[in-house]
């Protein structure tokens, strides 16, 4: 089953994107980054900007985030892919990143959260932008608590 992406959040004042592979089947039919409650994702963000926005709905969750300086997108605009889990991905298209300078003048950070997303990195480097792949915030990740969390307050700048 072809799956697509959603629309990139982010303004003019964004300094740090970060980047997963293809949002799950849940976070799709939500239309929501990291819908899935089972991720970890907004855990980690509320972490690491030193605010707590777990309990806040969508719309206020990315208020904050842009707040921050902190927009999201996806690498892959489509992809083939049963499920939600990255290894089912087939045939992926990314999507264009030569845009991001026009749409974000001041991204400084790119992050892939996790392996997936970070086999792109390289794509986006030869575009100029400093780089990092995040540990993985699914809820799968857990084992690596304390370390997953110093890495995203650090590139998060929490730290």
Request: net charge positive.
């Amino acid at each position: 089953m072809i799956k697509h992406g959603l629309k990139p959040v982010f303004n003019s004042s964004t300094r740090i994107l970060i980047l997963g592979s293809l949002p799950s089947d849940e976070s799709i039919q939500r239309q929501e980054y990291y819908g899935n409650p089972g991720n970890d994702f907004w855990k980690l963000v509320s972490a690491a900007i030193d605010e707590d926005i777990t309990r806040l709905d969508y719309a206020c969750k990315i208020a904050k985030l842009k707040e921050h300086g902190i927009g999201l997108w996806d690498v892959l605009r489509s992809s083939e892919r049963e499920g939600s889990m990255d290894e089912n991905i087939l045939r992926p298209e990314m999507n264009d990143f030569g845009c991001l300078s026009k749409w974000m003048p001041k991204l400084e950070l790119i992050c892939f959260n996790g392996k997936k997303a970070g086999a792109h990195e390289g794509a986006l480097r030869t575009l100029g932008y400093k780089t990092i792949i995040l540990p993985s915030s699914s809820g799968a990740n857990r084992r690596y608590g304390a370390e997953r969390l110093g890495v995203w307050k650090a590139a998060l700048g929490g730290e």
